[in-house]
């Protein structure tokens, strides 16, 4: 039972280069999501995805679009990567969308745009 | 509007002190409050939650919150702090407010001297 697993762990990007942040979960959870997390900022939500087949907009989604490809998967795509993209990003998981659902989160990615 | 206010960005004790983290919330209605722990270079597991009940709230590794409304206090706890506990800790809120809201805070870096 792996959790929550992300790939790749470090990304170094040019600017206008652009790339997916692979997500994964293996507890059969409804939910998912994707946070940024920047050093005095703590961790931002960019986009959720409440259940397969649907996404919504988090605090801070310009810039980054996302698939929910099924039930297990939640990709983040930077379609033409910003330096102000340089960030790591947490993708978590939970049961539903239900306030006192805990969420899990996986190991990050490391993404550096130059 | 909601927000979560963690006070002092770093926080040092020696091993065996009280652990002692701030954190205050505004929120209009009856907020969620979360505490969760980073260690390095891995996501974020939740250590305890507040939903409703009793205001003192147990978690793992010794940890303890107290939700105090008329304070709109919820600070983390613990009687003697080991070497183990050096970690980023977040505070979060959420509430039922027709849309999906979780909000952290800017996190607490605790370092434990020997």
């Known amino acids: 039972n792996a959790g929550v697993t992300q790939t790749p762990k470090f990304q170094v990007l040019k600017t206008g280069q652009s790339m997916t942040l692979q997500c994964a979960q293996d507890?059969?959870?409804?939910?998912m999501y994707w946070y940024r997390q920047d050093p005095g900022m703590g961790l931002r939500l960019i986009y959720y995805s409440a259940s397969e087949g649907t996404t919504d907009k988090g605090e801070v989604p310009n810039g980054y679009n996302v698939s929910r490809l099924n039930k297990r998967e939640f990709s983040l795509r930077l379609e033409s990567a910003a330096p102000s993209q340089t960030s790591v990003y947490f993708c978590?998981?939970?049961?539903?969308?239900?306030?006192?659902?805990?969420?899990?989160f996986g190991p990050g990615t490391r993404l550096t745009v130059l | 509007a909601q927000s979560v206010t963690q006070l002092g960005s770093h926080v040092s004790v020696s091993e065996g002190a009280l652990v002692l983290l701030r954190c205050n919330y505004s929120?209009?209605?009856?907020?969620?409050l979360f505490w969760y722990v980073q260690y390095p270079n891995q996501g974020l597991q939740l250590l305890l939650k507040y939903t409703t009940g009793a205001t003192l709230v147990k978690g793992i590794n010794g940890f303890e919150a107290e939700f105090k409304k008329s304070e709109t206090s919820f600070h983390l706890t613990k009687p003697s702090a080991h070497m183990s506990d050096a970690a980023e800790y977040f505070c979060?809120?959420?509430?039922?407010?027709?849309?999906?809201?979780?909000?952290f805070g800017t996190g607490t870096r605790l370092k434990v001297l020997a």
């Open positions: 978590a998981s939970s049961e539903g969308l239900a306030i006192t659902d805990t969420q899990y």
């Open positions: 979060a809120v959420s509430e039922l407010s027709g849309t999906y809201k979780y909000i």
């Open positions: 507890m059969n959870h409804n939910s």
């Open positions: 929120s209009s209605v009856p907020p969620y």
